[in-house]
């Protein structure tokens, strides 16, 4: 038995929840990916996997043997990235997830120029709103807002971003202008699936005090994209983050509102399971990103001086 591919083809196996995509994503035959996983549940006479017609599952030894393996197979890779550094390129595939509205405005044109640079580096990005399990669902890294996520996830900071309140000129035109956080209890607020508490926005004034408002609206949506749109249409006030309503902001579409009460900042990490080296593409791809958003073109730090003055 090659143990080297034993322990990469049942690791595989576990990353993408099958043995067809497993032996897909190596470029081998599925009975080939299933007598190697074989070969090695033999060798250490212990099973794995828990095998149905319908799904995979790792057996309680199968998750001690994954996390090791896991760490072995990082730590072959690190040795290799070592002993060639500087002469190779980050190569193979980069499995990402990311939140979508993020993902579309600011990753894909990000992994876009990073292919150019690295042409042997390939990507699976997953876009979803939800917070992955990057162990269980096999992915490389993720892109998170905010929170890192579980203990056992190592977070790099990229980036930082700002909730903005604002709305469309002809809004404000119409129902006023709200001065103090205190005053959107009289507006239309456009409120936010995912938020961390629902229907309460959170500010803070200058001298640091707490000023959230319970708000409320007959529009409620689970997309930021979706409110940014609605907000531009003069149909309420909306919460969102600077890379997403900054450009609507610059072109004059939305107007920033209570700009002396903002949140503090959120941070942007790419985060990576802390059982695992950084390898090379991770690296490529953290260090890309931080290079990319030092300067974030979403920021809106003139806009809030001009307000604020």
């Given at each position: 038995m090659d143990r080297f591919r034993a322990l990469t083809a049942f690791a595989k196996v576990v990353e993408t929840g099958s043995f067809a995509r497993a032996a897909d994503r190596l470029n081998v035959s599925v009975s080939a990916v299933s007598r190697q996983v074989a070969e090695l549940e033999s060798h250490l006479d212990a099973r794995l996997l828990n095998r149905t017609t319908r799904r995979l599952s790792l057996t309680e030894s199968g998750r001690v043997f994954y996390e090791r393996c896991v760490q072995l197979l990082a730590d072959l890779e690190e040795a290799e990235q070592s002993a060639h550094a500087g002469t190779v390129k980050p190569r193979g595939t980069l499995r990402?997830?990311?939140?979508?509205?993020?993902?579309?405005?600011?990753?894909?044109?990000?992994?876009?120029?990073?292919?150019?640079?690295?042409p042997e580096l390939q990507f699976d990005v997953d876009l979803s709103d939800r917070?992955?399990?990057?162990?269980?669902?096999?992915?490389?890294?993720?892109?998170?807002?905010?929170?890192?996520?579980?203990?056992?996830?190592?977070?790099?900071?990229?980036?930082?971003?700002?909730?903005?309140?604002?709305?469309?000129?002809?809004?404000?035109?119409?129902?006023?202008?709200?001065r103090k956080p205190e005053d959107l209890a009289t507006h239309a607020c456009l409120t936010y699936e995912y938020a961390t508490v629902r229907n309460v926005w959170p500010f803070?004034?200058?001298?640091?005090?707490?000023?959230?408002?319970?708000?409320a609206g007959s529009i409620h949506a689970n997309s930021g994209r979706f409110l940014e749109a609605l907000?531009?249409?003069?149909?309420?006030?909306?919460?969102?983050?600077?890379?997403?309503?900054?450009?609507?902001?610059?072109?004059?579409r939305l107007t920033?509102?209570?700009?002396?009460?903002?949140?503090?900042?959120?941070?942007?990490?790419?985060?990576?399971?802390?059982?695992?080296?950084?390898?090379?593409?991770?690296?490529?791809?953290?260090e890309f990103l931080a290079e990319r958003f030092a300067?974030?073109?979403?920021?809106?730090?003139?806009?809030?001086?001009?307000?604020?003055?």
């Open positions: 990402l997830s990311c939140s979508v509205t993020f993902g579309e405005r600011h990753i894909a044109p990000a992994i876009a120029d990073l292919a150019r640079r690295y917070a992955v399990d990057l162990v269980e669902e096999g992915f490389d890294a993720a892109v998170r807002i905010g929170q890192i996520g579980s203990q056992n996830l190592v977070g790099r900071k990229v980036g930082m971003t700002r909730l903005v309140c604002c709305a469309a000129p002809a809004y404000l035109e119409a129902r006023g202008l709200p803070r004034d200058r001298e640091g005090r707490d000023r959230s408002v319970k708000i907000a531009v249409e003069a149909a309420g006030i909306a919460y969102e983050p600077d890379f997403i309503v900054g450009p609507d902001i610059r072109a004059g920033p509102l209570l700009r002396g009460f903002e949140p503090h900042a959120s941070n942007i990490y790419v985060v990576y399971p802390s059982r695992r080296h950084l390898s090379g593409k991770v690296r490529a791809f953290t300067h974030a073109e979403w920021a809106l730090t003139e806009i809030a001086n001009r307000s604020k003055s």
